[in-house]
């Protein structure tokens, strides 16, 4: 299947060639520089304002920890210039492509280039392609024409597309919907609404951010970057253009795009780990590059706390579920080819305590586990260890019996899906094993607080729960609450 990357073009600060030789670097990103894998998806190294030092550029973004990038082609000098740079370097790939600028210059011989170029195994996409109606270099209907032909040659070849779009919504959404169904998509340097984010994203598109996050006045990037799920994003620089801040008005650069992910990071409430990881994982997926995690992680970590993931059974078939679309979790791949011991957890765990909290929260239900549980949990608390248990509050009704008592001195606290106000909807959207489940998951939520310090019930955002219902449950239980969205996850 052919994927999509769309371009939203934002206009440019004035570029300058930076004083490369002193680029600042932060302290929070050195603390990470080991740890971490970046890819620029989308960046120009091929363009004049790298002519004089293209190969410390390529050489700064490596050490800086952009492991991959993806340089785009846009006109026939371009297309050269990037495969070249590709074919000398293993860790750059490219893409082919004739940008809607210049649509105007692609006749039959040139097309034919294009195919015979994309077949190159370092090229992993067609673009930058699409539509342009700021400066109008090609006119309309040749731009369109270039745009469809594009995208045909992408499906023939099974590639995915860069499209660049510039007060042109309407007619590329419209040839996207026409000529691309069934096909993933990236907006590429997005800068529309959070409402046009949410259309593309359930036409099943990714979503790119650039440089401009990190500008004061970008509230409106800002809101969209928060509310992208994780499995639809990517990030990427578009040198030389864009430039983030600290470097804003200067020539950009891939070894920048460690101040966009740490953007990304600030506003998402997460670790620049993190968001390497989740881009990452998605660049590798989408261009087929590189080496994606196949063994399911036991210990992962998001943030400052450490999650164990015991199993991948659940007493739940909730349709929000992420494990039935995707077995990543914020980058992690929590797929158990079987599930482990008491000691294989401890082991996997190692040492505890640079952890805030450790949390019973994989792909299934952890109570399930409930003497693997319950040995970890022993243990963690001997190091010092606070330990928190995310549960269907099903436990109860797996084991005939109330499990809480044993829970008491090894759980510091508890979070417990509610997730609908009234028997009817819990069923219809959690679809139990049990019968009356909703009943045996208010009745853990009491007897829970006897035993466990903390206890928080969750709820996820969907269009039929009412909210302020489940807010008085848990008001009348007595216990905290917690809404989640519900493409939101970890």
Partial sequence: MALISLTIFMDTDNITVADLGNYPATENFSTYKMNIELIDSHCHLDMEPFDNDRDEVIKRAKENGVGYIINIGSDREGNIKSLAIAEKCAHIYSTIGIHPHDAKTLDDKLYNELKAWAKNPKVVAIGEIGLDYHYMHSAKDIQIAAFKRQIALAKELALPITVHSREAEDDTLDILERYAKGIRGILHCFSGSVDMA??????????????????????????????????????????????????????????????????????????????????????????????????????????????????????????????????????????????????????????????????????????????????????????????????????????????????????DSMSISLDADDKEKYNKVCKPDFKDSFEGVISFIREARQYIPAVTVTVVKLPDIDIEKCKKIAEDLGVGIRIRSYNVVG
């Avoid at 239900?365 to 963690?380: F, H, I, Y």
């Avoid at 010092?384 to 509050?393: A, C, H, L, Q, Y």
Wanted: hydrophobic share 35%; proline share 6%; net charge positive.
């Fill in 198 to 411: 949410k259309k593309v994203i359930d036409m099943g598109f990714y979503i790119s951010i650039a440089g401009p996050v990190s500008f004061k006045k970008a509230e409106a990037l800002r809101e969209a970057a928060k509310m992208i799920p994780d499995e639809n994003l990517l990030i990427e620089t578009d040198a030389p253009y864009l430039s983030p801040v600290p470097n804003r008005g200067k020539r950009n650069e891939p070894s920048y795009v460690r101040y966009t992910a740490q953007a990304i990071a600030d506003l998402r409430g997460v670790t620049l780990e993190d968001i390497a990881r989740i881009t990452t994982l998605n660049a590798k997926s989408l261009f087929k590059i590189g080496e994606i995690p196949k063994n399911g992680a036991i210990a992962y970590r998001i943030r400052d706390s450490l999650y164990l993931n015991i199993t991948n059974r659940c007493t739940n078939r909730c349709g929000f579920c992420v494990r039935f679309h995707t077995s990543f979790v914020k980058g992690h791949n929590l797929h158990l080819e079987n599930e482990p011991s008491a000691q294989e957890v401890i082991n996997a765990i190692g040492d505890p305590s640079p952890y805030k909290e450790i949390v019973f929260c994989g792909l299934g239900e952890p109570l399930m586990k409930l003497d693997v549980v319950k040995e970890v949990s022993k243990w963690l608390k001997s190091k010092g260890s606070k330990v928190r248990i995310n549960t269907n509050g099903h436990g109860n009704m797996i084991y005939k019996r109330n499990i809480l008592p044993e829970l008491e001195g090894l759980v």
